[in-house]
């Protein structure tokens, strides 16, 4: 069963950092892609990173490379989205989700996956 806990999000300066967490209540995260996505208002929903936690391949968008960090605690069936040097346009609510591989991928769109969290949001001021 997948049920998903984000935690971790906040208010913080451009430059700072934050860690933000999700946690799969329901059991565990082994062979899973865990995805994190954010969505400003007035704005379509954006995929930002992910991580297959069977073998921890992850995947980044363009904007966040270089500042973002996914990684996975399977002890705490919790996967963390590390961001650093935070951007005013990083301001978003930011979600997680979870799905089976697809083809021997993660999902790249988020229609694509079935379990979302209820999000967290972060503002950069």
């Known amino acids: 069963h997948v049920q998903l806990v984000e935690s971790g999000g906040g208010s913080v300066p451009a430059g700072g950092s934050l860690r933000l967490s999700c946690e799969n209540s329901?059991?565990?995260?082994?062979?899973?892609?865990l995805g994190w996505f954010r969505q400003a208002p007035g704005r379509e929903r954006e995929a930002v990173a992910s991580?297959?936690?069977?073998?921890?391949?992850?995947d980044y968008d363009a904007s966040v490379q270089g500042r973002f960090t996914i990684s996975q605690d399977d002890a705490k069936n919790t996967v963390y989205l590390q961001m650093a040097s935070l951007k005013p346009e990083d301001t978003a609510m930011y979600y997680c989700?979870?799905?089976?591989?697809?083809?021997?991928?993660?999902?790249?769109?988020?229609?694509?996956?079935?379990?979302w969290g209820q999000g967290t949001q972060v503002t950069v001021s």
């Open positions: 991580i297959y936690t069977g073998d921890g391949i992850t």
């Open positions: 989700a979870a799905d089976d591989r697809i083809g021997g991928a993660c999902p790249a769109a988020g229609y694509q996956y079935r379990y």
């Open positions: 329901g059991g565990t995260i082994n062979d899973k892609c």
